[in-house]
């Protein structure tokens, strides 16, 4: 069994890691795999803002103008935040069966500011000199911290509640897409970081862009809270696998249903005439900012069967593998835009910009070789980082990354 350490810090994303051999042999393994699995699929998307920054991707994905290509990459990659919140609320869930609920909401609360810290001190300023004017950029670090936070109260309610209020959120919060308030609104900041995606303007110039609004993702974490029964060591894993795969089953066919009639959780598809797979591309698109609740159903529903999925071929090499990025996902994350950022701007200085005030790619093939040729020198840091946290457990702040 998984130590509770392992379990604790790994499902919110600054687990104490294990080897490959050992953590293949952990009842939680699958979980560490998901996540490990998202941080990989994560560093294609990020790839693509890095070489095609001067190419604006709409929010949809427009399928009649962008590349198909983009749009196909977009869509899987869109698994990555939904999947990564929700394995949040499982993991505090998890901590939570071994610790008292004072010990559950200071862990939630000093982790919590702790992710609000680096989104704002260090992930905003990487992208100082490639946006105009300095942003503090509240994505999904600062998100999770804030959810995190908001968790500390949440889960003291009966967990039907809970799960209630999580579905709720989750499917209902569509229907305050027509509130739109503007600057100068008396509570327009609080808007725009509830549920309106927008710029707040802040002292000395500076901007926020509430790219990650609360409200959905507040249902989402709740969700992942709501089915840590399920994870329990005495729930027996048929029972949880086909839990898990009636769930994610589920949530894919009410997806592919309310897509198809098109009358509510998203902006309409459009079917184009003589390309098909245009046509398709149009159909997958949905709104991330905030995430729709014709996203959120195939990109939670695809979790949770690839939960199930890697529960069951869990002494996979392949597993383990993931396993390891899932391990140490804080430092992967924060290492790999660090990167990044080296990168662009090296390219930048070494060839100028070629689009406009910008440097990138003419051809969408170069992410693809980026994504191939980096894996492994990316691999290669985050084992040793979670091999040390294995080893150095008397150093506290290494838990955190």
């Known amino acids: 069994m998984a130590s509770n350490a392992s379990m604790t810090h790994g499902a919110v994303g600054m687990s104490a890691s294990k080897t490959p051999a050992a953590a293949a042999a952990g009842r939680l393994q699958n979980i560490d795999a998901l996540r490990g699995f998202v941080m990989v699929l994560m560093l294609l998307d990020h790839l693509r803002e890095t070489w095609f920054v001067y190419v604006n991707v709409t929010d949809p994905f427009d399928a009649r103008m962008g590349l198909p290509a983009m749009g196909i990459a977009r869509f ?123 710029t707040i303007l802040l002292p000395l110039g500076f901007v926020a862009k509430t790219t990650y609004p609360l409200l959905p ?115 992967f994350y924060l290492l790999h835009l660090s990167v990044l950022r080296i990168l662009y701007h090296s390219a930048l200085a070494i060839w100028g910009p070629n689009h406009g005030a910008n440097f990138g790619f003419d051809n969408y093939n170069w992410v693809f070789v980026w994504y191939a040729a980096m894996i492994l020198p990316l691999y290669i840091p985050t084992a040793w980082f979670a091999r040390l946290k294995r080893r150095r457990r008397d150093i506290a702040w290494l838990k955190y990354f």
């Open 76 to 198: 899987i990659v869109s698994f990555c935040a939904p999947i990564f919140v929700a394995l949040t609320g499982l993991g505090v869930y998890l901590f939570s069966i071994h610790h008292t609920a004072r010990e559950t909401t200071g862990f939630l609360v000093k982790r919590g500011l702790l992710l609000i810290a680096i989104e704002l001190l260090f992930l905003s300023p990487l992208y100082w000199g490639i946006v105009p004017q300095p942003t503090f950029w509240l994505q999904v670090i600062w998100c999770i911290g804030i959810c995190m936070i908001a968790l500390a109260g949440l889960m003291r309610l009966p967990r039907p509640v809970l799960i209630g209020l999580g579905i709720a959120l989750v499917c209902f919060h569509n229907l305050l897409d027509p509130i739109r308030l503007a600057q100068g609104d008396s509570f327009f900041p609080l808007w725009a970081l509830l549920h309106q995606r927008d």
């Open 217 to 331: 993702w507040l249902g989402v974490i709740s969700l992942g809270f709501g089915i840590g029964p399920w994870f329990r060591p005495e729930v027996d894993p048929a029972t949880r696998q086909r839990r898990l795969l009636l769930l994610g089953f589920g949530m894919i066919l009410t997806f592919i249903l309310l897509r198809l009639l098109n009358i509510y959780g998203d902006k309409p598809w459009h079917a184009i005439e003589g390309d098909p797979v245009r046509t398709l591309v149009s159909f997958i698109s949905m709104t991330k900012y905030p995430p729709s609740l014709l996203f959120l159903l195939p990109t939670l529903g695809g979790g949770a069967l690839l939960l199930a999925l890697f529960e069951r071929i869990k002494d996979s090499p392949l597993i383990a593998a993931l396993a390891v990025f899932g391990g140490a996902p804080m430092f």
